[in-house]
């Protein structure tokens, strides 16, 4: 990992951000860029939500072509359900940011986050376009820019042979496997072909954005866009480089450094679950009951509350679809010296000391493993808890 690393990690990238009051907190960050010195072969993930918000729709148009050169996003506003207003809107924003930089509006990343069904304040979008100063050392602001909740800015870089790959997330609420209120760049130096971009990310994706839970809801706004500049020079990565398996694997820890530092964060958390499967029937029944587990809100408040309630976590399993024979299901918490301690196995409930079973929930990050003994599939899903002071964030204020 290089510490402090952001999307400015890699050569060639430039960001900033500016306050121009999108958000209704005026100190805050609101309108953020990333440029790159070089074109870019670009991929991107989104909602699965059949809501888009109207920068989403507009960036899926300008991404289908495999490329883009800069990134302008917002807070404080979601540019969605407002109408062919958010579509024109989302327009002007990539014209305003092309011009900026000299490049096709097409080659433009639109992204908005925040409050739904209000209009984008472009008077004061355009003025922010316009006073960013763009840096190599920028990246932390563009990270601060797009958060909403987010009580932090998340960003990693990590170095591999002669390249680099940074990124940075936002959102902490509306968070749910399928993607969520998540804003998501990444940017990389290395030359990559388009084609073996866009499977990496979707495989980088499915093992980590697709794979957290904090609320069960997912916005109509989720963008997980990856960049490749291409200024480390080389041969171009595809399948058959040798460095297909290292770019992948880069991709895929980066992804899942993000999204866990998205649970780390998540609205009124005390918690960070993990949630292991082994020994499922397949790789989708893994990734199935990892899921349920972390989505499931008796499972999540039993957490929260030290309560070592092992039958919500059986519970769960064996309502995720997945196939599980109950007498070869085994479930695990992990003890604060780091061992294993067994709950339920064989069909029946193992004998533990109740002091010992509560403080394997006591832990800032929670560590459960559930095996099958039903095949070689195995998958892991993070989660946060659910408190009081969620459910406080978001009966009591508009985010």
């Not at 433009?108 to 209009?119: C, D, E, L, P, Q």
């Not at 916005?219 to 290292?246: C, F, K, Q, R, Y």
């Not at 299901?329 to 079973?357: E, H, I, K, T, W």
């Amino acid at each position: 990992m290089v510490p402090d690393g952001t999307v400015t990690t890699p050569k060639g990238f430039l960001a900033g951000a500016a306050k121009v009051g999108v958000r209704t907190d005026w100190d805050k960050l609101d309108v953020g860029l990333v440029y790159s010195e070089a074109p870019c072969v670009a991929a991107g993930v989104y909602t699965r939500n059949a809501l888009k918000g109207a920068s989403l729709l507009v960036s899926m148009e300008h991404l289908a072509k495999g490329s883009a050169q800069a990134i302008v996003a917002n807070s404080g506003c979601a540019n969605c359900s407002v109408g062919e207003r958010g579509i024109e809107d989302a327009i002007k924003m990539a014209q305003l940011t092309g011009a900026k930089f000299g490049i096709d509006p097409h080659e433009v990343v639109v992204a908005s986050t925040g409050v739904i069904g209000t209009f984008l304040p472009m008077d004061r979008i355009n003025r922010g376009i316009e006073e960013i100063q763009v840096t190599s050392d920028g990246g932390l602001e563009f990270a601060r820019a797009i958060m909403t909740t987010d009580t932090k800015p998340k960003h990693v870089a990590v170095r591999v042979n002669g390249w680099s790959m940074g990124g940075v997330v936002k959102g902490v609420g509306m968070i749910h496997p399928n993607m969520a209120t998540m804003l998501c760049f990444v940017t990389t130096e290395a030359a990559v072909s388009q084609p073996f971009l866009a499977r990496a990310l979707k495989d980088a994706v499915d093992d980590s954005f697709n794979m957290i839970d904090i609320d069960n809801d997912t916005s109509p706004d989720d963008t997980v866009v990856v960049m490749a500049n291409g200024m480390a020079g080389g041969g171009t990565i595809d399948d058959g480089h040798p460095e297909a398996d290292l770019f992948r694997e880069a991709l895929r820890s980066v992804c899942i450094s993000l999204a866990k530092q998205q649970i780390g964060d998540a609205e009124g958390a005390t918690k960070l679950i993990e949630a292991r499967v082994e020994g499922a029937a397949t790789m989708e029944d893994a990734r199935k009951a990892s899921r349920e587990i972390v989505v499931s809100i008796g499972v999540k408040t039993a957490i929260y509350g030290h309560d070592a309630n092992w039958g919500r976590i059986v519970s769960a399993v064996g309502n995720s679809g997945a196939a599980m024979k109950e007498e070869s299901l085994a479930l695990y918490f992990r003890s604060p010296d780091g061992d294993d301690v067994c709950l339920f196995r064989d069909g029946v409930p193992q004998r533990v000391d109740a002091a010992l079973a509560k403080a394997c929930l006591t832990p800032r990050e929670v560590y459960l493993r559930v095996t099958l003994g039903l095949g070689d599939g195995a998958a892991t899903a993070w989660g946060s808890d659910l408190t009081e002071e969620f459910v406080r964030l978001n009966s009591m204020y508009t985010t």
